[in-house]
């Protein structure tokens, strides 16, 4: 894993919208894995304001880490909604191009068909990931087995807490979502991890010197051949010698 942490979180996803635009720039027509969360939302901010400039946008090809099960994509907390309005507008990104699990269709068949494609028009050539709180990847809650694919899942208690803030008052984020899985993830060329913020501290710290445990999911990252991770120093604070950070309850 190649860590490089950047002054502070603005600049964090400053490196990682630049990330993005390296790899279309050397491979026009690559596939691109996406994220959405908060930390996502300045990494496409800072895309479309400082990288777009020259850069040939109608090639590439983009799948989504995952959906909430039971959103329709108008629904304003969907994730296809979500990349509307952070990216894909903007660009003119057309729905041939870029893949979302759909969740309104059957989840089985949804999750067989979202792998196969992914398998069909992959590998993904760089794969943005960001970070759960208790240590997950898309929405691989921690037990979900390294060689899992494109699933069906529930959504664990403190995801739906951290994720409710998106929702209008009153309204939890649904219970379950269709998510790539972890050997779906494994699968990309290069993965760049973005974390930011002392919430994701000790997760961090877990996800790179910890046990590599399916408790820990981000952890299967200490495998991968090409992983950066991009910090800002909130983020970075568990990381100095010392032991490592207790298990997260939940
Ligand atoms: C969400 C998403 C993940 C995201 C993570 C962190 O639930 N499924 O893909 O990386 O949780 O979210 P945030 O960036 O809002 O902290």
């Known amino acids: ?3 490089t942490v950047l002054p502070d979180a603005g600049q964090a996803a400053k490196a990682a919208a630049s990330r993005m635009a390296e790899q279309i720039r050397s491979k026009p027509n690559a596939v691109l894995g996406l994220a959405t969360g908060g930390t996502m939302e300045p990494v496409y901010e800072a895309f479309l304001r400082h990288e777009t400039k020259g850069l040939d946008l109608t090639q590439i090809r983009s799948f989504n880490l995952d959906e909430y099960i039971g959103l329709p994509a108008d629904h304003p907390q969907s994730y296809h909604r979500y990349m509307q309005e952070h990216l894909f507008d903007q660009i003119g990104m057309d ?4 893949h979302i699990p ?5 989840p089985t068949l949804e999750a067989r ?7 069909e028009q992959g590998p993904v050539d760089l794969q943005l990931l960001g970070l759960g709180r208790n240590g997950h990847i898309g929405f691989n809650e921690p037990g979900s087995p390294f060689s899992s694919l494109t699933r069906a899942v529930d959504l664990a208690e403190s995801t739906r807490e951290s994720n409710k803030r998106f929702f209008k008052e009153g309204n939890l984020p649904p219970e379950r979502a269709i998510t790539m899985g972890i050997a779906t993830i494994l699968r990309a060329q290069h993965i760049v991890l973005l974390a930011v913020g002392e919430a994701k501290a000790e997760a961090v710290a877990r996800m790179v010197a910890g046990e590599v445990t399916e408790e820990m999911p981000a952890s299967v ?3 991968h051949a090409q992983v950066e991770v991009l910090l800002d120093p909130a983020a970075a604070q568990g ?3 010392g032991p490592i950070p207790k298990p997260l309850a939940g």
């Open 113 to 119: 068909r979202y792998e196969a494609a992914l398998l």
């Open 239 to 241: 990381l100095q010698d």
């Open 95 to 98: 729905a041939g191009r870029s």
């Open 1 to 3: 894993m190649k860590l």
């Open 221 to 223: 990252l200490q495998g």
């Open 102 to 106: 759909n969740g309104l269709a059957d």
